[in-house]
């Protein structure tokens, strides 16, 4: 049995689903699947901003051109009787915040030519019809194939390509650029002039003009100034020092068998610092260390490497 949309049943169909009794307050209505036949008496009902209408028996959109509000734009009138088109899209441009809009099982999408070129070019804010939303790229086409036809259709999908083509051309030189500019900061070396030294830093007034021979005064600390410093001496005497690439083997002997820090020397012939003398195992009671090959030949290998020096020495000298 058909349904008609009296104020009164409208009011009791607002209680049973929640809604304001204040017609104007109620910002959606949910009339799908109520067998209506017309869209009648929504002249009150200005702030609908949604309004559900599939599945119902309606042959025409009549009825809604009070619903200047219906900005969100979901209009959903699916699996109806609505047979026009032409009257469809008049009913539609004349709710121009209507974005979402569901036609689907209607006989009106068979009827009419180029169903969705229509709807969409002449339907400035749409952004979702039936199954898909309707892109950037569709609606160039439609509103081109609407002035001019399939020619016109086909120039503006030319145009479009060959801004896509720009488009990813700037991205790739975008990337390559940056890319170059990764490569020169990795590859980046500080300037000279970054390693130079403040001369303030440096406590001096020119430290171009420091002298390589200038030392540093060492203050004593308190209390150590007439303290008795002992120093070790570790050199070879004069006669065992190197000379040029000549070295006395008995230099060699003598640390062998550890002569060289003899007593007199360790403890600069001070009987006060006898304690301080290491206990040094005498050369009689040490035992001869076992090498693999005879001191001889180790000697005659060291000369023989010496000699090689000198000659390298002498060559760089000419």
Not at 9 to 26: I, M, V
Not at 65 to 91: A, M, R, V, W
Not at 114 to 127: M, S, V
Request: overall charge negative.
């Amino acid at each position: 049995m058909a349904v008609v949309m009296t104020k009164e049943w409208l009011l009791k169909h607002c209680k049973e689903r929640g809604l304001y009794q204040t017609p104007y307050l109620n910002d959606r209505l949910y009339l799908q699947c109520q067998a209506i036949c017309d869209i009648q008496n929504l002249e009150e009902y200005t702030g609908v901003k949604l309004l559900y209408l599939e599945e119902n028996c309606l042959e025409s959109m009549n009825g809604l051109q009070s619903l200047k509000q219906l900005q969100c734009l979901i209009l959903d009138l699916s699996h109806n009787k609505l047979n026009d088109g032409n009257g469809l899209l008049e009913i539609a441009q004349g709710l121009p915040r209507l974005a979402v809009m569901y036609l689907t099982g209607n006989p009106c999408i068979s009827r009419m030519p180029h169903y969705r070129k229509n709807i969409i070019g002449n339907i400035k804010n749409l952004t979702h019809l039936d199954d898909r939303p309707v892109f950037w790229d569709e609606r160039l086409y439609a509103e081109a194939w609407l002035r001019g036809g399939h020619e016109a259709e086909t120039a503006e999908r030319d145009r479009v390509r060959q801004i896509r083509a720009d488009e990813e051309t700037k991205q790739f030189e975008s990337m390559r650029r940056m890319r170059e500019q990764s490569m020169e900061e990795r590859l980046h070396v500080a300037r000279p002039n970054y390693l130079h030294f403040d001369p303030e830093e440096l406590g001096e007034d020119d430290p171009d003009t420091c002298d390589p021979n200038d030392r540093t005064q060492v203050h004593q600390p308190r209390g150590m100034e007439n303290s008795q410093q002992t120093e070790l001496s570790h050199t070879l005497p004069g006669e065992k020092e190197w000379v040029g690439s000549d070295l006395k083997a008995d230099s060699y002997c003598n640390i062998h068998n550890n002569t060289l820090f003899s007593e007199n020397t360790v403890t600069g012939g001070d009987p006060e610092l006898e304690p301080l003398r290491p206990d040094l195992p005498k050369q009689e009671d040490q035992e001869p260390e076992q090498t693999s090959r005879p001191f001889s030949t180790v000697r005659q290998s060291g000369r023989y490497a010496l000699a090689s020096l000198a000659t390298l020495e002498n060559d760089c000298e000419y």
